[in-house]
């Protein structure tokens, strides 16, 4: 038998604002993007689904939800150490021109460049050096987010169910099986072994929601050839799922290093003059070894699409 709970699941619906130019920067509602101009028909719009105490949004938006009731809606204001900290001149670095021209990229101030687990925008392109700003978007700003909690899950299969869409529902070919208190699922040999270390630290999350998490092997030989789509491994993906439900931010995680285009914003292109010693180029791999301290790096750049919401706890750097 499961342990009694002692972690709630919600669905969270939220509006975030930057203060100083009063402008909405994410929302979960479509009709507030559309009203804002920041809709995106390619996000799936609606609540979050957030497990409390596991420290999936910033850390006061968190807190507050933790005493929120069903159907209670909260203004939460941040100052901008609460929120994406402060911009740092760090966080501004050089890199080759040829490093992009080589992969047939042609850089441009607002472009914004994924390196390892940081993403940063081209300030300026000029004498063969191309100026990346890894600072967050929103770094330095004070935001507040207008929160609803539009549902507190508590009956078992809808937990499981939730659990299974939040952690599962993007590893291919796993299974659901929902029972009293408890949720089997099934993956291949292959991704029970690659996600080891992640589905016992579901399983930890789910025993405290009061679900018994059991896992089945899929020994079929269909099992045997599942892949992601676009090459990565299941255990990204699972992690990259239960990070990023939504389509704004600059949050997610990946290896490899990932461009695509973004409106410039108009606060972050010319931005502060870069140190002489930081001017000193380097190439895009030693800059993800950097910013990763860690010998992983792609060896391609890869277009794509940022999945993050900017509700959501920034990762360090």
């Known amino acids: 038998m499961a342990d009694k709970k002692t972690k709630k699941m919600v669905r969270v619906h939220f509006t975030g604002k930057e203060l100083l130019e ?108 191309v100026r990346i700003d890894f600072n967050h978007p929103l770094a330095g700003r004070d935001v507040e987010y207008n929160v609803e909690l539009v549902k507190e899950i508590k009956d078992n299969k809808e937990i499981a169910d939730a659990v299974f869409d939040k952690y599962y529902s993007r590893i291919p070919g796993a299974k659901k099986e929902v029972g009293e208190g408890t949720l089997t699922i099934t993956l291949s040999p292959n991704l029970m072994k690659n996600l080891d270390a992640i589905n016992n630290a579901v399983k930890g999350i789910v025993k405290e929601l009061g679900i018994e998490l059991k896992f089945k092997e899929d020994d079929s030989e269909t ?12 255990d990204e993906e699972i992690m990259d799922e239960e990070k990023t439900e939504h389509v704004h931010g600059p949050n997610c995680n990946h290896e490899h290093v990932h461009i695509h285009e973004e409106k410039p914003h108009p606060k972050m292109i010319d931005g502060d003059a870069v140190s002489e010693e930081r001017q000193k180029t380097k190439s895009i791999h030693a800059l993800a070894d950097e910013i990763k301290k860690e010998k992983k790096s792609g060896s391609n750049f890869d277009v794509t699409k940022d999945s993050s919401t900017t509700i959501q706890r920034p990762k360090k750097k």
């Open 22 to 129: 009063d402008k909405v920067f994410d929302t979960t509602r479509a009709e507030d993007a559309k009203t804002h101009q920041i809709f995106d028909e390619k996000r799936k719009y609606g609540p979050m689904t957030v497990i409390t105490g596991e420290k999936e949004l910033l850390g006061k938006v968190e807190s507050a939800l933790e005493e929120m009731k069903e159907g209670e809606q909260k203004v939460i204001k941040l100052l901008a150490s609460e929120a994406f900290g402060e911009r740092l001149n760090d966080l501004i670095r050089v890199v080759p021109l040829k490093n992009f021209l080589d992969q047939k990229i042609n850089p441009f101030p607002g472009l914004v460049v994924r390196v390892a687990d940081a993403i940063g925008k081209v300030q300026s392109v000029s004498s063969g050096r």
């Open 223 to 234: 099992s045997q050839k599942e892949v992601s789509s676009e090459g990565t491994t299941a």
